[in-house]
């Protein structure tokens, strides 16, 4: 698989996911959503795994790679799931623009071979602005905004945490397997979450809510997962990270059209001010990109 296109369809699919979310849970319950999900995309990666004659390995450090996914998957996912009920899905997509500083701050602590320099912290805090500028006409706050708010931002901290945990264990996995151990861990706590809660099963589950339980399960899921888990081996934690800097403003695009909004010119300032961010976040890596580029081209003059 081509790293940049898992990279950019990382982007769509994580876009997109906000609005699923949402959908997903009318008139069935955030938790039948998400349990529902979560069973459909282990099945799936199951039938991949033997389809595609993938090992699924259970030596000690596979299962703590799975344990990390599996225990991101159910701690930020039942965290946003619950926080999506009381803010917009665009919010949801600003909150987890603050990805990339705590997982630049971890991976600086925990890897030791990424540095959380100036640039980065310039940079980071340059698109979080921007995504302020965006959605700061649109935000309102109250004691059930700050609820969804705080379960979001709890699992933004938590899914970053999964990340650097998976990425020090580096065990050196396939994508899918990674997916499929994680999911193996985190459906049946889902599924146990769901019955110990008293949530009955849904007496009609309308045809938006179904599309999107099964768009999330294959996409949002298993496909959307293993694009992740692909550059986040190929890539350093903190330049993956940088998707949850973009989805936001394709998200905004995507609301346009099927939700009838209006971009205003808060929403061109902040894009504005993100690619800026991201200019500078990832400074140091362009300019030794560079460097080796002009040094490879005088070595072939020579």
Request: with cysteine; charged share 10%.
């Given at each position: 698989?081509?790293?940049?296109?898992?990279y950019?369809?990382?982007?769509?699919?994580?876009?997109?996911?906000?609005?699923?979310?949402?959908?997903?849970?009318?008139g069935?319950?955030?938790?039948?959503?998400?349990?529902?999900?979560?069973?459909?995309?282990?099945?799936?990666?199951?039938?991949?795994?033997?389809?595609l004659?993938?090992?699924?390995?259970?030596?000690?450090d596979?299962?703590?790679?799975?344990?990390?996914?599996?225990?991101?998957?159910?701690?930020?996912?039942?965290?946003?799931?619950?926080?999506?009920?009381?803010?917009?899905?665009?919010?949801?997509?600003?909150?987890f623009?603050?990805?990339?500083?705590?997982?630049?701050?971890?991976?600086?602590?925990?890897?030791?071979?990424?540095?959380?320099?100036?640039?980065?912290i310039?940079?980071?805090?340059a698109?979080?602005?921007?995504?302020?500028?965006?959605?700061?006409?649109?935000?309102?706050?109250?004691?059930?905004?700050?609820?969804?708010?705080?379960?979001?931002?709890?699992?933004?901290?938590?899914?970053?945490?999964?990340?650097?945990?998976?990425?020090?264990?580096?065990?050196?996995?396939?994508?899918?397997?990674?997916?499929?151990?994680?999911?193996?861990?985190?459906?049946?706590?889902?599924?146990?979450?769901?019955?110990?809660?008293?949530?009955?099963?849904p007496?009609?589950?309308?045809?938006?809510?179904?599309?999107?339980?099964?768009?999330?399960?294959?996409?949002?899921?298993?496909?959307?997962?293993?694009?992740?888990?692909?550059?986040?081996?190929?890539?350093?934690?903190?330049?993956?990270?940088?998707?949850?800097?973009?989805?936001?403003?394709?998200?905004?695009?995507?609301?346009?059209?099927?939700?009838?909004?209006?971009?205003?010119?808060?929403?061109?300032l902040?894009?504005?001010?993100?690619?800026?961010?991201?200019?500078?976040?990832?400074?140091?890596?362009?300019?030794?990109?560079?460097?080796?580029?002009?040094?490879?081209?005088?070595?072939?003059?020579?």
């Open positions: 698989m081509s790293v940049p296109l898992a950019s369809g990382v982007i769509l699919i994580w876009s997109t996911t906000p609005l699923a979310i949402k959908w997903s849970s009318d069935s319950g955030f938790l039948f959503g998400i349990s529902s999900r979560m069973l459909m995309a282990t099945l799936l990666c199951l039938v991949l795994i033997r389809l004659k993938i090992e699924l390995p259970w030596h000690r596979a299962f703590k790679t799975y344990l990390a996914a599996g225990m991101g998957f159910y701690a930020a996912m039942l965290a946003v799931y619950w926080g999506a009920q009381f803010i917009p899905s665009g919010m949801v997509s600003v909150l623009g603050l990805t990339p500083l705590f997982t630049g701050i971890l991976a600086a602590i925990w890897l030791g071979n990424e540095k959380f320099g100036m640039e980065k310039i940079g980071t805090l698109g979080l602005f921007g995504l302020m500028i965006i959605f700061s006409d649109n935000i309102e706050v109250s004691l059930i905004t700050a609820q969804g708010i705080i379960a979001v931002l709890i699992s933004v901290i938590l899914h970053s945490i999964s990340s650097i945990h998976i990425k020090r264990i580096d065990a050196g996995l396939p994508s899918l397997a990674i997916t499929t151990g994680g999911l193996l861990i985190a459906a049946p706590l889902f599924i146990a979450t769901w019955l110990i809660s008293g949530q009955s099963f007496e009609q589950l309308t045809l938006r809510s179904g599309i999107s339980i099964v768009y999330l399960s294959v996409f949002g899921s298993v496909i959307g997962f293993i694009m992740y888990f692909y550059t986040l081996k190929n890539m350093d934690a903190s330049k993956v990270a940088l998707i949850t800097l973009i989805t936001p403003v394709i998200a905004l695009i995507i609301g346009t059209y099927f939700n009838h909004e209006e971009i205003s010119h808060h929403a061109y902040g894009t504005a001010v993100i690619l800026t961010g991201l200019i500078s976040f990832q400074w140091v890596a362009l300019s030794r990109v560079g460097r080796k580029r002009l040094i490879k081209e005088r070595d072939n003059a020579n």
